[in-house]
Nanobody, 125 residues
Framework: VQLQASGGGLVQAGGSLRLSCAAS????????VGWFRQAPGKAREFVAA????????YYADSVKGRITISRNNAKDTVYLQMNNLKPDDTAVYYC???????????????????WGQGTLVTVSS
């Protein structure tokens, strides 16, 4: 599976962005798809994830109510709608997919097999 993340950019605080993660190759036959982010000088952290079967979603506490993960099966694309963005949301955002059966570890980066290249989100104050 090859993952291509896009949609990042510069936005003012309070603004919105929608990130996309398009799959190619084997497409999204994965167990779960997740979004992670890494700010300068910080460790990569979990943002959101979705179980492919059933569509159950998971969010980091810091983004609940502001960020929504969704998918378009026909386009093999997963989205991350981000609203009310804050300067602390500034980071490179990565999408990832897991082929294994993960639930309790869905928030852990090590659970994911395939990663996109990342897209930069910059939120100005």
């Amino acid at each position: 599976v090859q993952l291509q993340a896009s949609g990042g950019g510069l936005v003012q605080a309070g603004g919105s962005l929608r990130l996309s993660c398009a799959a190619s190759g084997r497409t999204f036959s994965s167990n779960a798809v997740g979004w992670f982010r890494q700010a300068p000088g910080k460790a990569r952290e979990f943002v959101a994830a979705m179980k492919w079967i059933g569509g159950h979603t998971y969010y980091a506490d810091s983004v609940k109510g502001r960020i929504t993960i969704s998918r378009n099966n026909a386009k093999d694309t997963v989205y991350l709608q981000m609203n009310n963005l804050k300067p602390d949301d500034t980071a490179v955002y990565y999408c990832a997919s897991s082929s294994g059966a993960i639930t309790s570890t869905i928030r852990l980066a090590r659970s994911y097999d395939y990663w996109g290249q990342g897209t930069l989100v910059t939120v100005s104050s």
